[in-house]
């Protein structure tokens, strides 16, 4: 029986259902939500090995993906509880920090959980140093109030205005590989995934991008240029893109925001959105 690590470049319907019902045994373990970018696992390049998993008797007990962001690298990792403190965590970390740097990853996040008293004598052992934090908030049709009509026009992104929203990704979150436009294009080729450019009056003043492979709906890269800012665009521009996805027959929400960042959660609370859990990023050194 299989046992031991196994570094894989994409996950097949097996590989999935393990990986889940891992994800719940250490979820109720520990009552916290395991960050799993399910959208990038089900749509894996093959081009580096992202999924680092460990058997023991052909029985997955410890899992950890390795996302990437352009640039930037993200891990995290779950592993049964019977099956911790035996050096596995330790094993598939560093498997997945190899790889990192044989990609030359620019950064390299470890995602940890408060709540994890586990995850915590971790942290602390690999002495790490803290990053910044999220909260994961999620809505659903039955939280979310009735949003008004939006005078924004939500413009789907293709090769004739990628550029544009290569332009404000970058205005908003600095260049990254992750947001060239022929890394954008790439990104729309799947079925799954969806920017749009918020038009007001013909003029583009923000872009927000969507995932949403089944009922839910994950938002991301929300954002207003400078010069519209503060003038209540970001609501209206959520709750456009809300008003749309209900519309369609989405019925669950999530996105992730900075702890810190009090308006951007002003925001999303005033649309439905709640806290759910947070998660802590901590560094990890790439250079060997």
């Known amino acids: 029986m299989l046992t031991g690590l ?19 045994i250490c979820n109720r373990a520990e009552n916290i939500r395991i960050k799993f970018n399910w959208s990038m696992m089900r749509e894996r390049s093959g081009a580096y090995d992202s999924d680092f998993c460990w058997y023991e008797n052909g029985e997955l007990v410890g899992y950890a993906p ?29 498997a997945a920090r190899q790889e990192a740097q044989k990609q ?66 970058a205005i908003s979150f600095g ?7 022929a890394s954008l294009l790439q990104e729309l080729e799947r079925p799954d995934k969806r ?9 583009v003043i923000g ?9 839910n709906v994950y938002i991301q890269a929300v954002g207003i240029a400078p010069e519209w800012r503060r003038r209540g665009f970001g609501r209206r521009l959520l709750a456009a893109t809300v008003r749309k996805m209900l519309a369609e027959g989405r019925t669950h929400f ?27 990023y901590y560094t990890v050194p790439l250079s060997t």
């Open 207 to 215: 872009q927000i991008g969507v995932i949403a492979p089944d009922q």
């Open 66 to 94: 390795l996302d990437a962001f352009g640039g930037p690298y993200e891990v995290t990792a779950a592993i049964l509880p019977d099956y911790r403190r035996r050096g596995i965590f330790q094993a598939l970390f560093t």
């Open 195 to 203: 920017y749009f450019l918020a038009k007001w009056d013909d003029m």
């Open 254 to 280: 999530a996105l992730d925001v900075a702890t810190d960042n009090r308006q951007a959660l002003t925001l999303y609370q005033s649309c439905g959105f709640e806290e759910v859990t947070a998660y802590d």
């Open 104 to 169: 030359q990853a620019t950064e390299l996040l470890l995602v940890h959980y408060p709540a994890s008293p586990d995850g915590a004598a971790v942290v602390r052992q690999l002495a790490l140093p803290y990053k910044s934090s999220e909260y994961r908030m999620e809505a659903t049709i039955e939280t979310i109030p009735t949003l008004p009509e939006s005078d924004l026009i939500l413009e789907p992104i293709d090769a004739t205005n990628v550029a544009t929203l290569a332009s404000l990704l």
């Open 6 to 24: 196994v570094k894989k470049r994409g996950l097949d319907s097996e590989d999935t259902a393990q990986i889940k019902a891992l994800q719940e």
């Open 175 to 181: 260049d990254s590989g992750w947001n060239t436009p």
